[in-house]
């Protein structure tokens, strides 16, 4: 399956379903099913690092707007890509080895 690291506290946000948008400074032509993993830096609270904490859909990833900034949890910034999520469910959360980009996480693994 398919995976993104993303930091704390925005990957349980979006694990919540609060955070619906995520931004990032490249695009992508992927859509689909995506695994949410929180990076293991930088340590925030008590919020799980290193873990698999939900899979989202996603099913656009443009340029941010101004709009988008509730739903992506922060404010508009020069060059931000809008990845836009649908079809947010938590799961229980394993042990992750996050990398950058998009990177690839056993089948195995997600089925527990």
């Keep these: 399956m398919k995976a993104i690291s993303v930091k704390q506290p925005w990957a349980s946000l979006i694990a919540c379903g609060k955070k619906m948008i995520e931004t990032r400074t490249w695009y992508t032509n992927y859509r689909g099913d995506i695994l949410i993993a929180s990076s293991r830096l930088p340590k925030v609270g008590t919020l799980p690092l290193g873990y698999a904490l939900c899979i989202a859909r996603l099913h656009d990833c443009r340029k941010m707007t101004k709009a988008d900034e509730v739903e992506a949890c922060c404010e508009m910034y020069t060059g931000?890509?809008?990845?836009?999520?649908?079809?947010?469910?938590?799961?229980?959360?394993?042990?992750v080895k996050g990398k950058l980009g998009i990177y690839e996480v056993s089948e195995k693994t997600t089925l527990i």
């Design 80 to 95: 931000a890509y809008a990845w836009v999520f649908s079809d947010i469910f938590p799961i229980k959360p394993f042990g």
